[in-house]
């Protein structure tokens, strides 16, 4: 009965957050992936545009062949609903696919529910470098409000603005020349730490699934303050100096070794927190043991970011910060949602156990995933 109880207040936290992918919304993205061009992606729910969930509904799921003639006559108007200037210069989108948005019939009609298709276009740029804005005219047929980013993948930067009901046109993104660049050494040191610190963050929360499990496998070998500090203090420090180690180029290992390693690493973890659920020294020297390969994984995802050479130890440290905060905002996430029952007899049968098993399932895909990817 316990655990039923446990398993519906899981199911009453998590409702509101399912209730909240109904938000209206359109999305611009348009991405500097090369020199002389960008990549634009549109995200568009089409019932406004189409006039009924009906007939979205319709073109969603009709033959090719009449998809095609369709959009003939829709890419145009999506096109003059968002509009991309450069200065003075409007952008010609040429049209490059459509996929239509997954959703049951019910969820097409149900005029609650957002069903975003998706557009993509390619955009060749003008020999100016005036800036970059979107410009949603009077009675454009998109639903509010659009999220406009401007992405720089070979930065890994991200910039959103959003354009809310009543404003025809975006705040200016900048660049210049041709080849947009980013140069972190043109920054403060106060801006350099906090981007980074950002960066770090957002490689744990939400872009680290496999670091988020390592975590929530120390998590569930008992909710203990002793437990979760030893351990993530060692995890910390391990990954820490081989993030170091490796970005001064000192060690590094390549990422046919390091992948699978951080996935099977996973699965050890929590399959002894079922087998062997007790925190002394072979635990700690384990969990520092993964904590270097972890510190591994994190340098290679640094290796595509440019780092400032004036402030470079800011900026590391920075992300290792960053990284670190994403750990404790996981640990946070999890004790939210069950460290109430931690004093609990059956907490370790009805909760740790099965969480832990989960995780090492998880884990054990990965890793022979990981393993076939790069051995293969």
Not at 155 to 177: I, K, M, N
Not at 223 to 242: E, G, M, N, P, Y
């Amino acid at each position: 009965m316990r655990r039923w109880l446990v398993f519906a207040s899981f199911i009453l936290c998590v409702s509101p957050l399912v209730g909240a992918h109904t938000m209206m919304m359109t999305q611009v993205l348009v991405s500097f992936g090369q020199p002389d061009a960008v990549d634009v992606k549109i995200d568009v729910d089409l019932t406004l545009l189409l006039g009924s969930p009906e007939r979205y509904y319709e073109v969603a799921t009709e033959s090719p062949e009449r998809q095609k003639k369709d959009l003939e006559r829709i890419v145009p108007k999506v096109t003059e609903n968002l509009q991309l200037f450069v200065g003075q210069q409007r952008l010609q989108l040429v049209f490059r696919g459509f996929s239509a948005a997954k959703a049951q019939q019910a969820d097409y009609l149900d005029a609650s529910m957002s069903k975003l298709s998706t557009l993509t276009f390619v955009a060749a740029l003008p020999a100016g470098a005036g800036p970059l804005k979107l410009v949603v005219p009077f009675g454009a047929e998109v639903d509010y409000p659009v999220a406009y980013t401007v992405q720089i993948p070979s930065a890994h930067l991200s910039v959103t603005r959003w354009v809310e009901e009543g404003v025809h046109e975006s705040d200016p993104f900048v660049w210049a020349g041709k080849v947009l660049t980013f140069n972190p050494d043109a920054l403060p040191w106060p801006r350099q730490l906090a981007l980074y610190l950002r960066l770090g963050f957002r490689h744990i929360v939400p872009e680290g699934a496999d670091h988020i499990l390592f975590v929530l496998g120390l998590f569930f070998l008992g909710i203990t303050w002793r437990k979760l500090l030893s351990q993530t203090t060692v995890f910390t420090v391990a990954h820490a100096t081989t993030l170091f180690l490796s970005t001064y180029g000192i060690f590094s290992l390549p990422s046919r070794y390091v992948e699978p390693a951080i996935a099977l690493s996973i699965a050890f973890i929590a399959i002894e927190n079922v087998i062997k659920p007790r925190l002394g020294p072979g635990r700690l020297a384990i969990v520092f043991g993964f904590g270097l390969v972890h510190g591994l994984g994190f340098a290679s995802s640094l290796s595509d970011i440019p780092f400032p050479k004036t402030d470079f130890i800011v900026a590391l440290l920075g992300f290792n910060f960053g990284v670190d905060l994403g750990q404790l905002f996981v640990i946070a996430l999890a004790f939210l949602a069950v460290g109430g029952f931690r004093n609990r007899p059956w907490f370790r049968r009805g909760i740790a156990i099965p969480c832990s098993l989960a995780i090492a399932a998880v884990g054990l895909f990965w890793g022979i995933q990981r393993i076939f990817h790069y051995w293969t």
